[in-house]
């Protein structure tokens, strides 16, 4: 089973390497405000597992530049997703609110939702 994960998961790295999403185009302005914003967002994850995959996938196409820490990887990143969230599941995107109210979302597809109702929505984007 080691290796059929070990495969698949090499399998998934090299696919989205290969094949990229391309980025939406903002205009500079607009940008740097949706940078100002994700500064508060960390999203929780693991490099090859396929939902953490599909949300950096996401992320890529709204151009969000969301900061990622391994849990697999980093044992300071596991403690803060046990501590903050309360369960060792990936994806989990941790949202600071600007009153300092914490927020853990689990699941890519609750993940993604919340991306698009935030940063694509009524955005300006160019060639939109």
Known sequence: M???RLILGKLILFFNWAFPPKGIKRDPEQQSLVDQ???SLTLYQY???PFCVKVRRQ???Q???IETRDVKRS???RGELLAGGGDLKVPCLRVEGGDGQVEWLYESGHIIGY???RFVAGSNVIGA
């Open 59 to 61: 992320m890529k196409r």
């Open 37 to 39: 914003q994700t500064n």
């Open 2 to 4: 080691v290796i059929i």
């Open 75 to 77: 044992e300071t990143a």
């Open 47 to 49: 490099k090859a597992c």
């Open 115 to 117: 991306l698009e109702d």
């Open 63 to 65: 151009s969000l530049s």
